[in-house]
């Protein structure tokens, strides 16, 4: 009896050993192919200028821009609304049902696929405010698709904020808003920064949303303003492997804006990594 | 309260009020576009005719290979990515030791950032041409390769989700069944697991909410045929692959354009579905 207990127990315990093998394994090939095959076309030239003959020669300097700006103006709108809505969620009391509401919100909006993003970006900004195929078109889809991210994690940043802290700033006189603005909320920012940065990779890296909002397969033309489209780094890639002529000039293109935009990814997302290790070893409470 | 405090508090509310407008936004913006389609064709020809000719002379708008296609590529990413996820949930909160765990969830919180596009990249450029070479098959890009990319995109889901609830079981659950004689592998199966239930299905769930609303890797990966597949290595069209492939080719306002915004209506309800499911255990667990 307790041989055979035994032998399903270690039979078990290394099939679960199995599968993290055959995840990890996974991502270390998936990152060797990428980068082996991407980065010999990485270099200075590729980085700095603009795509030549239909995308067969050249760099990526536009889609790098491109990706800058959407995603800069993104959490540039995403950012302020969401940590006064997570403010909202967690500061005093509200309405249940209210809040209730929202979280439902939130959560749906989180679960939205992508290309519903895309559509509505379509419908909203580009036709019917008029702001066409555009970075501004394109950034707000992205900024609304970050929206739940941003929230769920400065949400998070604020529950993590001791309670004392909070009655001490009330005991003392200090408004609700005082407090949440000198006490909490300043305690909870690099949490919340951490999100945001989070929130970041993930915009940078999303297609489906800009397909019809902001992005376009070629121009050698940097964006002159938010009314511009412009060129991306994940849509490039789609455009390289999809479209053209030359798939055997545009496939090592597209490794190579890979190698880009993962690199851009992990290091964000790295960063992000340490900032929290720290701030867990930092803290006090 | 003076005036700073007011305007702050209404400031609040007006951000979260957003919310509930973008959301509503999006609901809008799929029926005024979609619902016209309707006078096209059926709802019920619609959802059950598996006849795709959007650009024929009568075009047809029939979506049942495409909504059979997400589904086949759906199930199959989870038969893929539930043991790797769970396992991985399971192996990082029970068996591995501090160390182990630290390289780990790293590991997983890298799987979860990396664009959709860059695995659609790699299924297209490695993985076809690899699964043509060993299945000797005639076409690579086919519902099998499109499952396995999605389903290594959803194995962060269930695993992060699963191991918070796992972790959220009490030490003493785990220490009675040691004591009564349980090994740890009994422990994990008969004890933890069922008391980590709602949170492991809640991930499931999410997975599934997350593999058939994915776009990208489906686009460029699934191969592209508006078809009901016979085996597993048929190329199929899931619906966000139609939607993004053809929204791009299709003149503002035509059938066609409002039927791809149909798609949308049916994509959305079934992920909406899943949402409130979700709601449904997490609340049930609360009670």
């Known amino acids: 009896m307790t041989t055979i207990r035994r032998i399903k127990s270690f039979i078990g315990i290394n099939f679960l050993r199995?599968?993290?093998?055959?995840?990890?394994?996974?991502?270390?090939?998936?990152?060797?192919?990428?980068?082996?095959?991407?980065g010999s076309v990485v270099n200075w030239e590729f980085l700095t200028?603009?795509?030549?003959?239909?995308?067969?020669?050249?760099?990526?300097?536009?889609?790098?821009?491109?990706?800058?700006?959407?995603?800069?103006?993104?959490?540039g709108f995403a950012l302020p609304l969401g940590i006064f809505t997570a403010i909202f969620m967690t500061n005093f009391a509200k309405p249940y049902w209210l809040v209730r509401i929202v979280r439902v919100a939130i959560n749906t909006l989180a679960g939205v696929p992508s290309i519903i993003y895309g559509l509505f970006g379509l419908t909203v900004f580009v036709r019917l405010?008029?702001?066409?195929?555009?970075?501004?078109?394109?950034?707000?889809?992205?900024?609304?698709?970050?929206?739940?991210?941003?929230?769920?994690?400065?949400?998070?940043?604020?529950?993590?904020?001791?309670?004392?802290?909070?009655?001490?700033?009330?005991?003392?006189?200090?408004?609700?808003?005082?407090?949440?603005?000198?006490?909490?909320?300043?305690?909870?920012?690099?949490?919340?920064?951490?999100?945001?940065?989070?929130?970041?990779?993930?915009?940078?890296?999303?297609?489906?949303?800009?397909?019809?909002?902001?992005?376009?397969?070629?121009?050698?033309?940097?964006?002159?303003?938010?009314?511009?489209?412009?060129?991306?780094?994940?849509?490039?890639?789609y455009a390289l492997m999809t479209e053209g002529a030359h798939p055997a000039k545009q496939v090592p293109m597209a490794y190579g804006t890979a190698v880009v935009l993962l690199a851009l990814v992990l290091l964000v997302s790295t960063v992000a990594i340490v900032i929290r290790y720290r701030i867990r070893k930092k803290r006090k409470w | 309260?003076?005036?700073?405090?007011?305007?702050?508090?209404?400031?609040?509310?007006?951000?979260?009020?957003?919310?509930?407008?973008?959301?509503?936004?999006?609901?809008?913006?799929?029926?005024?576009?979609?619902?016209?389609?309707f006078k096209f064709t059926?709802?019920?020809?619609?959802?059950?005719?598996?006849?795709?000719?959007?650009?024929?002379?009568?075009?047809?708008?029939?979506?049942?290979?495409?909504?059979?296609?997400?589904?086949?590529?759906?199930?199959?990413?989870?038969?893929?990515?539930?043991?790797?996820?769970?396992?991985?949930?399971?192996?990082?909160?029970?068996?591995?030791n501090k160390k182990v765990k630290e390289i780990l969830k790293p590991i997983i919180e890298l799987?979860?950032?990396?664009?959709?596009?860059?695995?659609?990249?790699?299924?297209?450029?490695?993985?076809?041409?690899?699964?043509?070479?060993?299945?000797?098959?005639?076409?690579?890009?086919?519902?099998?390769?499109?499952?396995?990319?999605?389903?290594?995109?959803?194995?962060?889901?269930?695993?992060?989700i699963s191991e918070d609830s796992l972790s959220t079981i009490p030490q003493h659950l785990r220490e009675a069944s040691l004591a009564l004689g349980a090994n740890k592998w009994e422990t994990i199966m008969k004890v933890v697991l069922p008391a980590a239930k709602s949170g492991v299905i809640n991930s499931?769930?999410?997975?599934?909410?997350?593999?058939?609303?994915?776009?990208?890797?489906?686009?460029?990966?699934?191969?592209?045929?508006?078809q009901i597949p016979n085996s597993i290595f048929d190329p199929i069209r899931p619906m966000p692959a139609t939607v993004a492939a053809e929204m791009g080719e299709t003149a503002i306002g035509t059938p066609h354009f409002h039927a791809l915004f149909g798609i949308a209506i049916i994509l959305f309800i079934i992920t909406f579905i899943s949402i409130l499911i979700t709601e449904f255990v997490v609340m049930r667990k609360r009670k």
């Not at chain 1, 999303?206 to 991306?232: G, W």
């Not at chain 2, 702050?8 to 979260?16: G, L, P, R, V």
């Not at chain 2, 997350?210 to 460029?220: D, N, P, Q, S, Y």
Request: with cysteine; aromatic share 12%; hydrophobic share 55%.
């Open chain 1, 18 to 38: 199995l599968f993290i093998l055959l995840t990890a394994s996974f991502l270390f090939l998936f990152l060797y192919v990428i980068f082996s095959k991407g």
């Open chain 1, 49 to 75: 200028h603009s795509p030549k003959r239909f995308m067969t020669e050249g760099g990526i300097y536009p889609a790098i821009v491109g990706t800058f700006w959407l995603t800069i103006l993104s959490i």
């Open chain 1, 129 to 237: 405010f008029k702001f066409d195929v555009s970075i501004l078109s394109g950034a707000l889809t992205l900024g609304v698709l970050a929206l739940p991210v941003i929230i769920n994690a400065s949400e998070e940043a604020i529950r993590s904020v001791p309670k004392d802290f909070r009655d001490a700033s009330l005991a003392l006189g200090a408004t609700k808003r005082q407090t949440i603005l000198r006490v909490i909320l300043p305690t909870a920012l690099p949490n919340i920064l951490t999100g945001a940065i989070i929130s970041i990779g993930r915009v940078a890296g999303e297609t489906a949303p800009i397909l019809f909002t902001a992005a376009t397969f070629y121009t050698r033309l940097l964006p002159k303003s938010v009314m511009d489209e412009v060129m991306a780094l994940p849509y490039h890639i």
């Open chain 2, 204 to 226: 499931i769930i999410l997975g599934f909410g997350r593999a058939i609303g994915e776009t990208m890797v489906v686009l460029m990966v699934a191969g592209g045929a508006a």
């Open chain 2, 111 to 160: 799987l979860a950032g990396i664009p959709s596009v860059v695995y659609g990249l790699f299924g297209m450029a490695f993985l076809s041409p690899l699964l043509i070479k060993v299945f000797h098959l005639p076409i690579g890009l086919n519902a099998f390769n499109a499952s396995i990319i999605l389903g290594i995109m959803v194995v962060p889901i269930i695993s992060s």
């Open chain 2, 1 to 37: 309260m003076n005036f700073k405090d007011k305007l702050f508090n209404t400031i609040t509310y007006i951000a979260s009020f957003c919310t509930i407008v973008f959301l509503f936004g999006i609901i809008l913006s799929l029926f005024f576009e979609g619902l016209p389609v």
């Open chain 2, 42 to 96: 059926t709802i019920k020809d619609f959802i059950f005719n598996k006849d795709w000719y959007p650009t024929m002379n009568p075009p047809k708008f029939g979506i049942l290979s495409l909504i059979v296609g997400s589904f086949v590529v759906t199930l199959g990413a989870l038969a893929i990515s539930i043991p790797l996820g769970l396992g991985a949930a399971i192996y990082t909160s029970e068996i591995a």
